[in-house]
């Protein structure tokens, strides 16, 4: 088991035993809310795993690439592993995970997880990207993040590019209707946990909590918006003057509701002012600067100030299930987006202690992960102990995740030592490199899940081997140039250094002695051809699973 040394040997030990035995209940319960919460993550996990055998704590290999790839986008370079492996002071992860905490590679990390979370591939927009990624510079908190999503300020031109999350959803598709309830099941899905999808006509027909007068009261808030036509993204409202009328197909007995976040009470619905005819709006729409007029009462500022707040516990619990997620490959509550009492977490006491913390701490994205990552839970091995089956919502042993396609280009351009070249626009020569954005592009193509669909799953399609086996430009990065792997391989003559350096540049482990005598066998199996073999050995490695998936 892993030690956490910021706590005292016996001390730690003591409280971890008595968290597990009794259940954080009486006075452990106060013992242990004076842990650090990633102590008091592993003690309930560890109780609920109720004598199921746990791996054990991962190798530096094994932690090094996984925290690397959560925390920067890339596996590490073959240097920065052999720095690790040869530090032999006793806190040199934790030190590590606060180093990539503080870089600024992490705020580029998140502002990826979240478009990727947020827009579930439906397209790219570079001022999106850049509000995404100015924010988690400055580590807004979520909350804040959340409210400018829901009601986008044009007038302010730091944060207006929020409404792309808007705008993408409402631009219709050939002759079909805009899509508001396409809209409104996705607010629900990524901000409060729930997928509303099926109580648009009736109630729910497989889970009880989810009421058609939810679906219609988170709907009522949308039912006015439209696109703003402008040189940037910008949401139009139009005046809500009265309540949603509707009924559900089964009984056509008549309702209405105004906006109401679902998560919270029916009491909550928001009351439907009335203004005296041209008084709706505050500021009148501008034809000068293209801005859009200004409601005396906005159904979104409502929302905004209603939905991502600590009195409507499900944003908190939604989100601290997705960082959970993100870092340990499962939710608590798993799908992601169907929080009900049918479906509870898989460890309920955690999921509540995330996010009572995650609100406590101001909604801190960047000091959750790192809490998380702190944990014996994050660094387990992916290997449980001969003849146990892992239980996957136990997380006694490390899952699978799958890799963005940014991860992807990113671990390859690292692992070819071609990051920089790519880059540079000077790459010129007989074996002239792809430019970065060609190769963006191409991984895109080839290994982003379907537009609209969230990318939860590791899945290696056709697609993706056809890519990796005929593309020009993945190839292209196979070729000998001054300085890349394959003519540092090329250049070394001693077969054991070869495989030493392909497999820390590619896996960041060093070989097994096995894997070192087959490729001593396999660059003899090719006699004079030895740049050929050489070559096929890395394209091996790139495309293997274990450099496609985090482990």
């Known amino acids: 088991m892993l030690t956490l040394r910021s706590q005292s040997g016996s001390r730690q ?125 400055a580590n807004k908190p979520w909350n804040q993040l959340a409210q400018e999503i829901l009601s986008p300020d044009a007038r302010n031109e730091q944060t207006r590019a929020s409404a792309f999350f808007y705008t993408r959803r409402l631009e219709k598709v050939g002759e079909q209707e805009t899509d508001y309830p396409g809209l409104t099941r996705d607010v629900g899905r990524l901000f409060l946990g729930i997928d509303l999808q099926c109580a648009q006509c009736h109630n729910h027909l497989t889970v009880d ?63 439907i002012p009335v203004f005296e005819k041209g008084k709706e709006f505050m500021m009148p729409a501008d034809t000068k600067t293209k801005l859009p007029g200004v409601l005396a009462f906005s159904p979104l500022e409502q929302l905004s100030k209603q939905l991502p707040t600590a009195e409507n516990g499900a944003f908190a619990r939604n989100m601290a299930n997705r960082l959970w997620f993100l870092m340990m490959g499962r939710g608590l509550v798993d799908p992601l987006d169907l929080h009900h009492s049918g479906n509870p977490p898989s460890h309920p006491q955690l999921l509540e202690l995330l996010a009572k913390e995650f609100a406590a701490h101001g909604y801190d994205v960047k000091w959750m992960i790192r809490e998380l990552a702190l944990t014996k839970t994050y660094q387990r091995s992916s290997i449980l102990p001969s003849g146990s089956e892992p239980k996957v919502d136990r997380f006694t042993v490390a899952l699978e995740r799958r890799l963005s396609y940014e991860q992807l280009l990113q671990s390859m351009l690292t692992a070819s030592g071609q990051l920089d070249m790519v880059m540079t626009k000077d790459r010129a020569g007989d074996k002239p490199l792809p430019a970065y954005e060609d190769l963006r592009k191409k991984f895109a193509a080839s290994f982003a899940a379907e537009t609209k669909e969230a990318e939860v799953h590791v899945d290696h399609t056709l697609k993706a081997a056809l890519f990796v086996r005929n593309d020009v430009a ?56 030895r740049a050929t073999a050489t070559r096929d050995l890395a394209w091996a490695l790139l495309t293997s699973s274990e450099f496609m998936v985090n482990h």
């Open 474 to 529: 993945f190839l292209a990065l196979l070729q000998p140039r001054a300085g890349n792997l394959i003519q540092k391989l090329l250049d070394e003559k001693d077969d054991a250094k070869l495989a030493h350096q392909l497999y820390l540049s590619v896996l960041t482990r060093k070989p097994l002695p096995e894997e070192t005598a087959a490729v001593a066998a396999f660059l003899k199996s090719y006699g004079e051809q």
């Open 13 to 137: 030990a003591c409280v971890v035993v008595l968290l597990a035995c009794t259940s954080f209940i009486g006075a452990t319960q106060a013992i242990g809310a004076q842990l650090p919460l990633h102590a008091r993550i592993d003690a309930l996990i560890e109780a609920g795993a109720k004598g199921q055998p746990m791996a054990t704590a991962a190798e530096d290999a094994e932690f090094l690439r996984r925290v690397y790839l959560d925390f920067t986008g890339s596996i590490p370079s073959a240097d920065v592993a052999e720095k690790f492996f040869a530090d032999q002071n006793g806190d040199k992860r934790s030190k590590l995970i606060h180093e990539l905490a503080s870089g600024d590679s992490f705020s580029q990390r998140l502002a990826d997880l979240f478009h990727i979370m947020l827009m579930e591939r439906r397209g790219d927009s570079a001022s999106w990207q850049q509000y995404l990624l100015a924010s988690f510079k």
């Open 209 to 271: 909590d989810y009421k058609q007068a939810d679906f219609q009261g988170l709907f009522a808030f949308y039912q006015n918006i439209a696109i703003h036509s402008s040189e940037f993204p910008a949401i139009a409202e139009k005046p809500t003057v009265k309540k949603i009328e509707f009924a559900s197909v089964f009984n056509k007995k008549p309702k209405e509701t105004g906006p109401r976040v679902p998560t919270l009470p029916e009491e909550r619905e928001i009351a």
